[in-house]
């Protein structure tokens, strides 16, 4: 069984700030973790994903996450927020094994707002 | 040149009505899935294919009917719409996730299905 926790619904920054998302996760089996990015009225586009090799993980746009084996975590981070990062972010979680077929089981995700 | 396509984009329909939505894939992939995003944004997987063949089908409605006529296409086919059943229906696909559990997942645009 698998399942994401992303704290924080919503997450309301300056341009500029530092921009920190939180996901923890559950898995019966070692983990793929993956940040998803939706913009209004758009899919989803990935934005980094850890595959077990490097715990720090650095995807597109700036942004970076750390897994976390001992919290359970995978934080997504940006040094500095520009106003077009402003979207929903999803945190999801794959079994690295078992009989899920890889299926993705995504957080409740987060709104990104970003003021000038 | 859509990676992922999905048509209709938005599709407003009366109850107990029939109704389809189609997605193409131009990427070459093998898995081909369809996943439900509620009014809260909540992501949530309902089927998936590999090669035409039926690989995850989660606790859905029997009304609720896809159709892989080839590894590029997933249709799906919702029987006597409810009321419920309005949401953003999400295509995606990715390379074989039977064996390897970290391929990404490439999203279409998305189905506006609204249920009057």
């Known amino acids: 069984a698998q399942s994401v926790t992303q704290l924080g619904s919503h997450v309301s920054v300056s341009e500029g700030a530092l921009v920190l998302l939180r996901c923890n996760y559950s898995s019966s089996v070692p983990p793929y973790l993956f940040w998803y990015v939706q913009y209004p009225n758009q899919g989803l586009q990935l934005l980094l994903k850890?595959?077990?090799?490097?715990?720090l993980v650095k995807g597109i746009n700036g942004f970076e996450a750390e897994f976390k084996k001992s919290e359970t975590s995978f934080h997504l981070t940006k040094p500095s927020a520009h106003m077009s990062d402003a979207a929903e972010y999803f945190c999801a979680v794959s079994g690295a094994g078992g009989t899920s077929y890889g299926k993705l089981t995504f957080g409740q995700g987060t709104i990104l707002t970003v003021h000038p | 040149d859509t990676a992922v396509s999905q048509t209709p984009k938005y599709l407003v329909t009366q109850m107990g009505n029939d109704k389809s939505i189609k997605c193409e894939q131009n990427l070459g992939h093998d898995t081909m899935y369809w996943y439900k995003q509620d009014s809260k944004k909540f992501l949530k997987i309902m089927f998936s294919?590999?090669?035409?063949?039926?690989?995850i089908n989660e606790t859905v409605p029997n009304r609720f009917s896809p159709k892989s006529p080839d590894k590029a296409h997933l249709n799906l086919h919702i029987n006597s719409l409810e009321l419920g059943d309005s949401a953003v229906y999400f295509c995606?696909?990715?390379?074989?996730?039977?064996?390897?559990?970290?391929?990404?997942?490439?999203f279409g645009p998305g189905t506006r299905l609204l249920v009057l």
């Open positions: 850890y595959t077990s090799a490097a715990t």
């Open positions: 294919y590999n090669n035409k063949e039926l690989i």
């Open positions: 995606a696909s990715s390379q074989d996730r039977t064996s390897d559990y970290s391929e990404t997942q490439y």
